[in-house]
């Protein structure tokens, strides 16, 4: 795979004598760089999501540098991945669109019915705006199609968590001490290496550095177990081999900032930290637990409750006020138009898009929510997952409240999440006009987009995208 990753960046790279990348770079096209981590919770880093509530921290989890992006950019409380599991989010962020517009809603799916070569996806948008564009991806890939269909020029290929050293067995729980956990210092290298052959051909760029941490199998370092050995452990957050793998993660994110510091493309650089879905809800991964590790959001991964869709994000970059903050609901689908828009090639992108540019966020604008052409956001789980719930249920949130829909019985909650993040108090009963509006605009938009709906015998894994059928 190195070579063939090396004879990609030479290919690339010898495009860029052209006249016009010199002239493009005159301009300051931005640059962006995505850190795409994997189960990584709401709460798993030492960043405050919600600034002054130190449940939205960990409590023992140490994450310096991500502290470091906090302090010059914006992060945001309310923010969500498209679903809660890896597959369907990362095709959002790529596509803008809700897994369930993309009929593709958990792990393992056939995908062929999505038109790869032909939508838009990040980086083949930055290279309709402007084509000196180069886009990289390092790390776990875990879509149907390679990099290279989406517009990728340089990439490690369709990889997937067995490529991070995931095994599926009870081994998975337990720590292993090795000097490149999760191919942490790989992909780091690679990625900086493609940052000096940006800066060296005077390239804009799009990097995506996928991280196979924190996902499982448990891997940490000598020095960061060490690091973390010694220290108190946390009231919610125990578990010294996980607290390290999280402090390798953190440590690559230092060496990227560094090196964009470095070459001095700081300034013209949007740098994103995300998670992929929220965290798994315990260590080690048991059906039955008491407390969620994600505590106070209910549940975890796997689950469209708050535990399972909400992540840590922060964004640093041009224009954006150090240290800021919003509340604003945000979630993976509102990528792809943001980066467009922040490269001005809003234009360029479909009308069928379930995301909204984030820009005027991070333009200082707090208050102000994401305009998006759906007046909410679907998280589709459409089938029984006995590792979680194990009921098919959808969510639908707008403005500051959510619904849960279940599908086997039709079961409605309803919550405010302005003022019950932790999903408490269910106020269904004592608002029913709510919760019925909510209700029919969740089951309108699955319509609409003609989602795979639940069937009795549909379960987490073992059935085919075929016996999926759209019921209207």
């Known amino acids: 795979m190195m070579e063939r990753w090396l004879i990609l960046m030479l290919m690339c790279f010898g495009m860029c004598s052209c006249a016009s990348v010199a002239d493009n770079r005159n301009g300051q096209p931005p640059n962006f760089v995505l850190i ?49 599991v890896c597959a369907p989010s990362r095709y959002s962020i790529q596509f803008g669109k809700s897994p369930a517009r993309l009929r593709l809603i958990r792990v393992g799916m056939d995908a ?13 948008v930055l290279r309709s705006v402007d084509s000196t564009y180069i886009a990289a991806h390092f790390g776990k890939w875990g879509m149907g199609a390679s ?105 690559s994110l230092g060496k990227i900032l560094e090196k964009l510091e470095e070459l001095g493309m700081s300034d013209d650089t949007y740098v994103i930290y995300m998670s992929d879905n929220g965290g798994v809800p315990n260590i080690p991964g048991a059906k039955k637990y008491e407390q969620s590790l994600n505590h106070p959001l209910q549940r975890g991964k796997w689950d469209a409750m ?22 604003a609901h945000v979630w993976g689908a509102d ?22 540019s984030m820009k005027p966020m991070l333009q200082g604008k707090k208050e102000v929510e994401v305009t998006r052409s759906v007046n909410g956001m679907a998280f589709h789980v459409p089938y029984r997952n006995k590792i979680a719930l194990n009921r098919p249920h959808s969510a639908w949130i707008s403005d500051n409240h959510k619904l849960l829909y279940f599908h086997d019985d039709g079961e409605v909650r309803l919550f405010d999440l302005t003022h019950d993040c932790g999903e408490t108090q269910n106020l269904a009963t004592a608002l029913p006009l709510r919760a019925e509006a909510m209700e029919k605009s969740l089951l309108s938009y699955l319509d609409e987009v003609n989602a795979p709906r639940w069937q009795e015998g549909i ?13 209207h």
Request: hydrophobic share 35%.
């Open 306 to 327: 708050e535990g399972g869709l909400r992540i840590p994000m922060v964004v640093a970059g041009p224009g954006i006020l150090p240290g800021s903050h919003s509340n």
């Open 335 to 356: 990528l792809l138009p943001t980066i467009a828009d922040l490269a001005n090639g809003l234009a360029l992108l479909p009308d069928s898009l379930d995301g909204g």
């Open 459 to 471: 379960t987490w894994k073992g059935n085919p995208f075929s016996t999926y059928q759209s019921t």
């Open 112 to 124: 062929s019915h999505i038109p790869h070569a032909d939508w838009q996806s990040i980086a083949k």
């Open 147 to 251: 990099p290279e269909i989406l517009g990728f020029e340089v990439s490690d290929g369709a990889t997937r968590n067995v490529d991070g050293g995931f095994v599926n067995d009870k081994s998975q729980w337990e720590t292993t001490m090795t000097r490149d956990p999760k191919k942490i210092l790989e992909l780091t290298d690679r990625a900086t290496s493609f940052l000096d052959s940006c800066a060296a051909n005077s390239r804009p760029f799009y990097l995506q550095v996928s991280h196979y941490a924190v996902h499982s199998n448990i891997q940490t370092s000598d020095s960061s177990f060490a690091i973390m050995n010694s220290r108190p452990l946390g009231d919610r957050h125990r578990h010294v081999g996980f607290a390290g793998m999280t402090l390798d993660l953190d440590q």
């Open 36 to 84: 795409l981590a994997d189960d990584q919770a709401w709460n798993g880093t030492s960043v405050e999501m919600e600034p002054g509530m130190k449940e939205s921290a960990s409590d023992f989890h140490q994450t310096p540098f991500l502290e470091e992006l906090a302090s010059k950019g914006i992060r945001f409380s309310n923010a969500r991945a498209a679903a809660p």
